[in-house]
């Protein structure tokens, strides 16, 4: 290979790795932007209740456009660090990332399929689950479900692949990451609106980004010393 050819390898694997970083960089903001913009309406729009309303209901209201747009933007930039994952493990694993954008895009889709309001919120309406389920607010239900079900399963998979690595740590997070979330959604499911079970579901939440940041932080870094060594 001539050193034109060579240089050009060079600069073709810079250039892949640069958009492979820039999407791993997606996961370490998708958790922050996700849960100050939804604490902060969850602290500042009367009449929600953090330790009893699930977080969709911000979604209604006048000021219920700022949760979808939280739900998109958070789904796309999941969707794009996924894309990095895979970009990253290229030859290695391609479950783990699939299955999380999967999530990424259950998250976008939550915020196309308004919940239905209930318990009381936004004012004035009743207390409670409404009799009557929307078409979207089924919906909803559906790709939140099949998205945090593919959430946990991207956690056990990434899992394995840490365990074939020898890398312990990384692998038990992920375990531990993944039954967490799966006890939490249980408990959501339940239909129970339980402080115990809603504040819990918001503990795995933030572990979950976390992981997802931990994760994408770990293959950012395998990438940038790739072709240093």
């Known amino acids: 290979m ?8 060079e ?9 492979t970083k820039s999407l791993l960089g997606y996961g370490l903001l998708a958790g922050p932007v996700y849960l100050v913009t939804a604490l902060a309406q969850g602290l500042l729009r009367p009449g929600f209740d953090l330790a009893h309303d699930d977080v969709s209901l911000l979604s209604n209201g006048s000021l219920g456009w700022i949760q979808i747009v939280n739900f998109i933007v958070t789904g796309a930039f999941v969707l794009g660090a996924a894309v990095g994952m895979a970009r990253a493990l290229r030859g290695r694993s391609a479950w783990g990332p699939r299955l999380l954008g999967v999530f990424g895009i259950g998250l976008i889709s939550a915020g196309v399929f308004v919940a239905d309001p209930m318990n009381g919120f936004p004012a004035g309406t009743p207390a409670g689950h409404p009799e009557t389920m929307s078409v979207h607010g089924i919906l909803h239900i559906v790709v939140a479900a099949i998205g945090f079900i593919c959430l946990v399963a991207s956690c056990f ?8 690595e ?3 740590r990384m692998k038990w997070f992920s375990v531990v990451t993944g039954v967490v979330f799966l006890l939490a959604f249980a408990g959501v499911a339940s239909g129970s609106a339980s402080s115990i079970v809603v504040l819990g579901f918001w503990v795995a939440v933030v572990i979950a ?3 997802i940041g931990t994760v ?4 950012y870094r395998s990438v940038a010393t790739r072709w240093a060594t």
């Open 157 to 164: 998979v990434s899992a394995r692949r840490y365990g074939r």
């Open 209 to 211: 980004f976390f992981w």
């Open 216 to 219: 994408s932080a770990d293959l």
């Open 166 to 168: 020898d890398r312990p």
């Open 11 to 19: 600069l073709d694997c810079s250039r892949a790795d640069r958009i």
């Open 2 to 9: 001539n050193a034109v050819a060579v240089k050009t390898e």
